[in-house]
């Protein structure tokens, strides 16, 4: 019977360091994808920000342009009209971005974190 209970108490053991191990690898996984998704919403709202003021000089541009510039009013309005749409598309761009980054800094967690953790991730290691 001491040779069984050696034998068990060595699977055990040896069960319980790969779980370590597991956990261990888990909560590096973890990290690194929480770092993963705190770079991509620094990322985004960082060009959101630095995209919104030249945009928006523009705009204040093309309503300059709009009052005249030395074109025909209709050379004008068109140019105007062209500056505005592409300034228009890059602020509904630069509004995904930023709701991307709100996405991601107040999503609830879906990693393993939010799980219970094995008792064994926990306890002192076994005398061996």
């Not at 790969?18 to 770092?35: H, K």
């Not at 930023?98 to 219970?116: G, H, I, Y």
């Amino acid at each position: 019977m001491d040779a069984l209970g050696s034998e068990i108490e060595a699977r055990c053991r040896s069960a319980e360091q790969a779980l370590r191990v597991t956990c261990d690898l888990l909560r590096r996984a973890v990290v690194a994808i929480e770092r993963g998704e705190l770079a991509l919403a620094d990322f985004a709202s960082q060009t959101a920000s630095q995209l919104q003021q030249p945009l928006s000089a523009v705009q204040t541009f093309v309503r300059t342009l709009q009052v005249g510039a030395g074109l025909t009013p209709h050379e004008l309005l068109a140019f105007a009209e062209r500056i505005d749409a592409g300034a228009q598309r890059a602020q509904e761009q630069i509004a995904e971005l930023r709701a991307q980054a709100d996405r991601t800094n107040t999503r609830p967690p879906e990693s393993p974190r939010v799980l219970a953790r094995p008792r064994s991730c926990d306890s002192p290691a076994a005398p061996r």
